[in-house]
């Protein structure tokens, strides 16, 4: 009995990961262009707006949920005179899952994040969230990120990213 329910489980996963493998690219490289919105406390300590860029690739899961792992860069513009700009570049792995005829992706991912500003230099853990849309390799997106700064009163810095970039799938 044991051994016919374990071919019959072998025999399911065969055909669904075969069917899955048939429907979509496994793999996928991306780049994006940002432009950052910091938001709440972020805004407060006077950064108005933050460029940048990021690199990453996904692995298929399942036929529309894929591991990502992407590194980026982002400086944010300082208002105060003599107040340098603020890099964070985040290291950070997830998951981006497919809707609609995989056009329409929602994502989350988590990670490590290199801050530096006015001569201080640390590490802080990431996370963030967003939806995007994919049409013929270009990529539009929006996300929510967030950094734990370890600044009294301001432990955590928001922002929100515009993306636009570019998808290779093989």
């Not at 603020?86 to 792995?93: E, G, R």
């Not at 490590?112 to 201080?120: L, M, S, T």
Request: aromatic share 16%; net charge positive.
């Amino acid at each position: 009995m044991n051994m016919r329910l374990a071919l019959m489980f072998l025999l399911v996963g065969t055909l669904f990961f075969s069917h899955a493998g048939k429907a979509q690219k496994l793999f996928f490289v991306y780049a994006n262009g940002m432009y950052n919105t910091p938001t709440g406390k972020f805004k407060e300590s006077q950064y108005n707006y933050g460029l940048g860029g990021e690199a990453g690739a996904g692995f298929g899961l399942l036929s529309s949920t894929f591991i990502t792992g992407s590194i980026g860069y982002n400086t944010f513009h300082n208002k105060v005179d003599g107040v340098s700009n603020l890099k964070v570049t985040p290291i950070k792995f997830g998951l981006r899952h497919y809707l609609f005829a995989k056009m329409l992706f929602v994502k989350a991912d988590a990670g490590v994040a290199a801050i530096k500003g006015d001569g201080d230099s640390k590490s802080k853990f990431t996370m963030g969230a967003g939806a995007g849309v994919k049409f013929a390799g270009l990529n539009l997106g929006i996300d929510y990120n967030t950094v734990n700064t370890g600044i009294s009163g301001a432990n955590w810095y928001g922002w929100f990213a515009f993306k636009a970039g570019f998808s290779i799938g093989i």
